[in-house]
């Protein structure tokens, strides 16, 4: 015998655990099921520990998704704001790092706890340590049986929440785009994104000096770019500028990367060549950027002498560098370090409005298993809050 649930919710992450609430709040006899030991692991190590929950300004602009439209309604249907308003109640304190996004005063247990706290209230049942086999239509759209590593258990609707392919080792898999291609669905490629990008060996030796250095910059690349922190590390380039523009990168493509965004550089060193006359450029550099740097940048331009001894066109030269200085990484550092992952199931098969499969009657997709990814700042947590819930509504 079959243990029998209204809804069944595969994966007790972000988005599977508001799903759960929600529906739980309606009435629905609710059962989630993840193969990992804990609850919401990824929001337990999510934004340093101190989990970017949500940020002050949520646009469908701030979202990746081969269908643009696609996330608008359920963002709008629940923002934000709702979010924020549940972590009041819970007394979560919590602070704007900057750019909107909200942190976690304490620890992103608080978050992770509160949904916990909000399932066993409503009575959401969790199976945790408990995997899968195999998933069963039923027959006249009646529903779903599950055969799992503990028992056979039926329901009628099925939500997968199974997540990205991302830190594999906190329990990611590619197992809800495998029930996604069981049931028909098409999956736009996936990749990961919100990572550090590498070099190659030669780049590496061109800047084994600078590992550690951050530096505020704008990054471009595909008509995208991002003014945030960059940082050198030992494999490349890190930082939040760099993950941001991660997600738009392609290998083989360049970045650009302008040094001093927001200084009009050619008046800046015209001012100088004509004031400090008989400094070094590398001293100029210097009061912008770290000696490293600075150092880095005059081997770069080839030039290290005297403002006075550099000619017009040669300031062109060092403009051009600072403002457009382009590179060419050599990869990604991958699913190992990646926050999220591009791509997933289309989300041309899926009603925006309930998330349902248009494959499969009662068979739902919610989270970052679907083709719709964040900018870093809060939006992969509001997209799975925002799923979650809208899915939970309806289930
Ligand atoms: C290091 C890191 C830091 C991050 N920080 C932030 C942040 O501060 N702010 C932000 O907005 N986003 C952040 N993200 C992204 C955010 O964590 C994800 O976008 C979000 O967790 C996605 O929610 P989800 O519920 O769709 O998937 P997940 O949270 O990944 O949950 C999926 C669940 O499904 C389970 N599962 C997977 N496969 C199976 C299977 N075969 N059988 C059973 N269960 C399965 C997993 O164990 C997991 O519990 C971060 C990500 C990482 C990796």
Known sequence: MDQKFQVIIIGAGAAGLMCAITAAKRGRQVLVIDHANKVGKKILMSGGGRCNFTNYSIEPENFLCNNPHFCKSALSRYNQWQFIELVEEYGIEYYDKGLGQLFCKNSSKDIRDLLVDECRKNGVIIQLKTSV???????????FKLVTSLAEFSCTSLVVATGGLSIPTMGATGFGYDIARQFGHHIIATGPALTPLIFDKKWLEKTSQLPGNAIDVQVSCNGQRFSEAMLFTHKGLSGPAILQISSYWQPGQPILIDLLPGLDVAAWLQE???????????TLLSTKFSQSIAEYLCSEIGMNCKLKQIEVNELNKIEQRLTRWTLYPAGYEGYRVAEVTLGGIDTDEISSKTFESVKQNNLYFIGEVLDVTGHLGGYNFQWAWASGHAAGSVV
């Open 272 to 282: 100088n060549k004509q004031a400090r006359a008989e400094i070094q450029l590398k």
């Open 133 to 143: 086999e195999k998933i069963e239509a039923l027959a006249g759209s009646s529903g």
